[in-house]
Every structure is written in C-alpha cells, then in structure tokens.
C-alpha cells in the first residue's frame, strides 16, 4: 500500500479503523508486546500500516514519536514524511491498538477508545461498529 504526504487526518483515521477492524487482531511480538509489524504473520499495527514494506523501522521497538526520531534526516532511511506531520494522531491511534483492554481475541472491541480519538481530532466515526 502506497501512503503520502497528502492523507488527511481522516483518511488516516479511517485506514486505521479499517486495519483495526480486520479481524487479524494486535501485532505482537513472541513476548506478547506490540510491534509495527508482526513477524511470520506480515500483520502490522496502528503505525506499521504507514512503513514501507522491507523498511528497517518495522523492526524498531517504542513510542512512535522515538520513531520519529530515529528515523529523521536519514535521508533513504526516512519514513513517510505523513508519518511526521501526524505524529500526536498516529500516538493516539497506535496507544489503542496496544491496549490489550480494547480487544477479544483478534476482535477489535475499542470502539470507545477511537470515537474519543475522532472527537479530539475532530474526525468523523462512520465505522458502523456500535459499542456495547
């Protein structure tokens, strides 16, 4: 999936939502933690989404703003430039894929959680999953 510079905030919310609701459940690692993207599976997470495939940051470990940072002015290293003009939403986006409390088994169960992302970013929720 090819990802720029010219996703909205939306857009971005709504392929998160989509990856989300999947039915492929969190990207762990052997430990049970949180990765970009989950080894063996190909399955990625909230920000992993917005990595390019063979990318090197997709094995990294932290917070997406530690991301950021690893990986800024490295010149063909660099992640998507959407990744570091949407850093405190990827932030959000990515700390609900990681709660563990918003999922049973690979079902997606946070619906909560991502209508209160939409409202301080003032998205739209049009995802038809009703809380429960």
Known sequence: MEYNLYMTPQ?????????????????KDHT???????????????V??????????QNYHGSVSGLVYEYKNCGPRELPALIYYNVDLL??????HDA???WFGNT???????????GEYNLSYTHGLEEE
């Open 91 to 96: 932030s959000r986006l990515q700390r609900v």
């Open 108 to 118: 997606f169960t946070g619906v909560g959680p991502l209508k209160g992302v939409a």
């Open 48 to 57: 992993g989404l917005f990595i390019p495939d063979g990318h090197d940051a």
């Open 32 to 46: 049970g933690a949180c990765k970009y993207l989950e080894e063996g599976t190909g399955n990625k997470c909230a």
């Open 100 to 102: 563990t409390g918003n």
């Open 11 to 27: 857009e971005i919310f709504d392929t998160v939502v989509a990856r989300l609701n999947d039915g492929t459940g969190q990207a």
